[in-house]
């Protein structure tokens, strides 16, 4: 089996290293070469034609919105992902518009990590195409929901926006899911990240009571693309899930 080739640009030895032996025990990916320095990433992609880079955003030399954007200019093929501490709405908006293909707020899950990887590659099977035919860069599920959420003023860093994002994921791929959310989605979704049902619960609620307070009922109408919610009403859990879940198959149907 041939396997996918990966280039790391973590912010310190330790990270590299842990990074890079986890991503050997599944025999399916192969690191073959790691720096803490952003300007070495151009030589990097050209020497190794790496199928994924994973960056950080505090790196030596150029720092990692650097990164994704000369990479995206070098159009390789290479499938970004940046993995950071640093998760602000405003970030995560620019490294997605600079090129990057995901973003995953440290601490990370291995697990969900690895998924996403596999379902960008995915993404990029192609059958042939027409000669002169110009390949869109496909965005994934993941992407338009976190604009979404970034959108209506869930800010990314808190544990609710990560449940949030797998619950409408969960809805999207299952629909009937959303009718057993209290004894079926919450524990999966607390299975993933190791939490507990009432935790992720707790959460959820937590991330739509932040949007709400921020005050963008109309922001949120709009792009949910109903009038579904006036004044101080709120969306209960399943509500919200469902609405995003529901945009999200409307747009893929």
């Not at 030596?60 to 992902?81: N, R």
């Not at 899950?109 to 860069?137: A, I, T």
């Not at 990314?156 to 959310?181: Q, W």
Request: glycine share 6%.
């Amino acid at each position: 089996m041939k396997l996918r080739k990966i280039v790391l640009l973590q912010d310190t030895k330790e990270q590299n290293e842990i990074l890079a032996e986890t991503f050997t025990k599944t025999e399916e990916y192969e690191v073959v070469a790691k720096s803490l320095n952003g300007e070495e990433v151009c030589d990097l992609v050209n020497e190794y034609c790496p199928d994924f880079l994973i960056t950080e955003l505090v790196l030596k030399g150029y720092d990692g919105l650097k990164v994704v954007e000369e990479v995206a200019k070098m159009k390789k093929g290479v499938k970004i992902i940046v993995l950071s501490a640093l998760c602000s709405a405003e970030i995560i908006e620019r490294a997605l518009r600079l090129g990057a293909d995901y973003f995953m707020a440290k601490p990370y899950n291995f697990n969900l990590l690895e998924e996403r990887m596999s379902e960008l590659l995915e993404s990029e099977k192609e059958q042939v195409k027409p000669e002169g035919y110009v390949k869109r860069k496909s965005v994934s599920l993941e992407e338009k929901i976190s604009k979404i959420f970034i959108n209506v003023g869930i800010p990314p860093h808190i544990k609710g926006y990560s449940f949030l994002r797998e619950g409408v994921v969960m809805a999207v791929k299952e629909p009937e899911i959303i009718n057993n959310i209290t004894k079926k989605l919450y524990p999966m979704i607390g299975k993933r990240y190791n939490t507990t049902a009432s935790k992720v619960e707790r959460a959820i609620r937590h991330a739509i009571e932040v949007a709400w307070n921020r005050g963008r009922i109309e922001s949120i109408n709009a792009i949910l693309g109903v009038r579904a919610y006036v004044g101080g009403e709120k969306p209960t859990n399943g509500e919200f899930i469902a609405l995003v879940a529901d945009k999200m198959l409307l747009e893929n149907s």
